[in-house]
């Protein structure tokens, strides 16, 4: 559980496929599970199996409350996957990838590739998910007001999800980045001033306050002696301010790479390797002496594929003797290249939707040299130290 309280490890965990498992794709967008999620989702059931509908409908025998509790939680998280699925559906509509969707401890996430390009485009994008919530709301009371004399069970769930997802409407409407409502302040104020990066720090500043807002509220919950409602409050304000924080330094990360082409970032010379060498050969003799963990595999200066080391452990040691380069590399025609007069930025966005930290530079069909997530990330890094 410690190590959860740490967002910025939440943000590299639910932004990666570790610890989370692909329950499948809608609209060609993969939807996955971390593991924290089970943590949120025993608290949702046990809490309304043995608070809520106790108290609610104290008629009730344990078995039935805790199937109606099980299927309640069930409902509420398929209601998020449906809040992130519409901000995912306008935004790849707008041309924005969308890599996947994720549930863990604090909800939902949709992890898209980059930014909207224009503050219309961020405007969309954020309405849409409170709008969902808004109108699975609505659904849920049309079930409860209609089929709620026929059974007290579906009354009870309708009720209860209508209410949340009006709530969760609410909530994400909060004028506070990076939530739905922050986005939309930053859109308005994009689109009124002209300036992306003003418009991000006037929203993250107000984010930090409602987040800071969460934490005082949940502070005087647990002074009042409700102490998992107040440390819970307190972990999503703390979640907020950081959430808040990390989306403005991507901003500053990103601008790092303004006006920059990939022959001013790329390493004009890398390591090339035949497509015949056996993997055995490519291990002693190049990996190494060498340290390098990504090759460049040519023939005649033509570049036939790349070859890293998660493709060497895919072969079985066994076989390193027998399988070649060629065999084990991922080929030309699937590769990811860039172009030397291509702009950095929009390569780096590359890499992170295809989750790949290095691209080759191919000019004329020929390779010109390499571009690594390493090498953006320096230049970054030097040019804000310089402040240039």
């Not at 800071?212 to 102490?227: C, D, H, P, Q, S």
């Not at 972990?235 to 001013?264: C, D, K, P």
Request: proline share 5%; hydrophobic share 50%.
């Amino acid at each position: 559980m410690k190590r959860l309280i740490n967002p910025q490890t939440i943000f590299r965990m639910v932004g990666s496929a570790q610890g989370s498992v692909l329950l499948g794709r809608i609209f060609g967008i993969p939807i996955r599970l971390h593991f924290t999620w089970f943590i949120i989702f025993a608290l949702v059931t046990l809490s309304l199996s043995f608070n809520y509908f106790p108290l609610m409908y104290p008629g009730w025998g344990r078995p039935l409350q805790l199937i109606t509790g099980v299927i309640t939680g069930l409902l509420f998280f398929s209601s998020i996957i449906a809040h992130e699925l519409s901000h995912s559906v306008v935004s790849k509509a707008l041309g924005v990838p969308v890599k996947n969707i994720t549930l863990f401890i604090f909800g939902g996430v949709a992890q898209i590739s980059r930014e909207a390009p224009r503050p219309m485009g961020e405007l969309k994008m954020a309405v849409a998910g409170p709008l969902s919530s808004v109108a699975i709301g609505v659904i849920f009371g049309a079930i409860w007001r209609f089929a709620g004399p026929y059974s007290q069970p579906v009354e009870a769930v309708a009720y209860w999800l209508m209410l949340v997802n009006f709530a969760l409407a609410v909530f994400n409407l909060i004028p506070g980045f990076p939530l739905d409502g922050g986005r939309v302040l930053r859109s308005v104020l994009w689109q009124a001033t002209g300036d992306y990066r003003k418009a991000t720090r006037v929203a993250t500043r107000i984010g930090q306050g409602v987040a800071y807002a969460f934490v005082f509220g949940g502070l005087l919950i647990i002074f009042t002696g409700n102490i998992i409602n107040g440390v819970w409050f307190a972990l999503i304000g703390w979640f907020l301010e950081n959430a808040a924080s990390h989306s403005y330094r991507q901003v500053l990360f990103r601008e790092g790479l303004g006006n920059i082409t990939v022959s001013r970032v790329m390493t004009p010379e890398c390591l090339v390797v035949s497509p015949d060498l056996t993997i055995r050969q490519l291990v002693e003799g190049f990996i190494f002496p060498t340290g390098a963990r990504c090759f460049m595999a040519t023939r005649d200066n033509r570049l036939e594929g790349i070859i890293t080391m998660k493709d060497i452990k895919s072969v079985p040691r066994e076989q390193w003797d027998l399988a070649t380069v060629e065999t084990a590399m991922t080929p030309m025609q699937k590769l990811k290249i860039a172009r030397p007069g291509d702009d950095a930025l929009t390569v780096l966005e590359l890499m992170d939707e295809a989750d790949i930290n290095q691209m080759p530079v191919v000019e004329e069909n020929r390779i010109a040299g390499v571009v690594t997530r390493a090498n953006l990330i320096r230049l970054i890094h030097a040019r804000s130290d310089l402040r240039v």
